[in-house]
Nanobody, 123 residues
Framework: QVQLVESGGGSVQAGGSLRLSCAAS????????MGWFRQAPGKEREFVATIFWSGGSTYYADSVKGRFTISRDNAKKTVYLQMNSLKPEDTAAYYC????????????????WGQGTQVTVSS
């Protein structure tokens, strides 16, 4: 069982930066692939970024590539999402997710989810 708690959300102006954190409980964090997803009001949850259990491989949605960076610290059981050059269209609730056996972009294939943290970007 893995419990995930996101933090670091807030309100920023366009062009600004935020770093989201996702702290995990459980002894097997280092064996899970981790992902970040987001959901804006009235829209479906969408993939943002994912990182392999070792941190050796990452993958990003085209909409955030070059602006966002996912990373993890297995010793601290934490995954991060550094968000730079934020745009108003990045406004959403951001969720981290963990998968025991899947590394990819499909939300339903992730096993555990956090409660989300809100990011609001004003123009």
């Amino acid at each position: 069982q893995v419990q995930l708690v996101e933090s670091g959300g807030g309100s920023v102006q366009a062009g600004g930066s935020l770093r989201l954190s996702c702290a995990a409980s459980g002894r097997t964090f280092s064996t899970y692939a981790m992902g970040w997803f987001r959901q804006a009001p009235g829209k479906e949850r969408e993939f943002v970024a994912t990182i392999f259990w070792s941190g050796g491989s990452t993958y990003y949605a085209d909409s955030v590539k070059g602006r966002f960076t996912i990373s993890r610290d297995n010793a601290k059981k934490t995954v991060y999402l550094q968000m730079n050059s934020l745009k108003p269209e990045d406004t959403a609730a951001y969720y981290c997710a963990a998968s025991r056996s899947y590394y990819g972009t499909v939300a339903v294939k992730y096993d555990y989810w956090g409660q989300g943290t809100q990011v609001t970007v004003s123009s």
